[in-house]
């Protein structure tokens, strides 16, 4: 079982930065790959960004490509989410997500709202 537990999410306006945490309740935080997905009203939870268990390798949604960075720390079993730039259109819930094998875990997720 992993417990993960998101923050830093918050108001920001347009062209601003937010940087999401979110840590893991494991001692075996390494093998996990981790991801960060978003919901807003009336639409699916849907893909932002993942990273491997190594790091090595990162994949991100085109509509954040450029703008946002996802990174982790294995020492603190943490991931982040640095946003940059930041967009109305990318005002969500934020939801951190561990996936090893066929095994997933969700966190409570943390809201971002950006104004115009």
């Known amino acids: 079982q992993v417990e993960l537990l998101e923050s830093g999410g918050g108001l920001v306006q347009a062209g601003g930065s937010l940087r999401l945490s979110c840590v893991a309740s494991?001692?075996?935080?390494?093998?996990?790959?981790m991801g960060w997905f978003r919901e807003s009203p009336g639409k699916e939870r849907e893909f932002v960004a993942r990273?491997?268990?190594?790091?090595?390798?990162?994949h991100y949604a085109d509509s954040v490509k450029g703008r946002f960075t996802i990174s982790r720390d294995g020492a603190k079993n943490t991931a982040y989410l640095q946003m940059n730039s930041l967009k109305p259109e990318d005002t969500a819930v934020y939801y951190c997500?561990?996936?090893?094998?066929?095994?997933?875990?969700w966190g409570q997720g943390t809201q971002v709202t950006v104004s115009s």
């Open positions: 494991t001692h075996t935080f390494s093998p996990y790959t």
């Open positions: 990273i491997t268990w190594s790091g090595s390798t990162t």
């Open positions: 997500r561990a996936g090893l094998g066929g095994h997933e875990y």
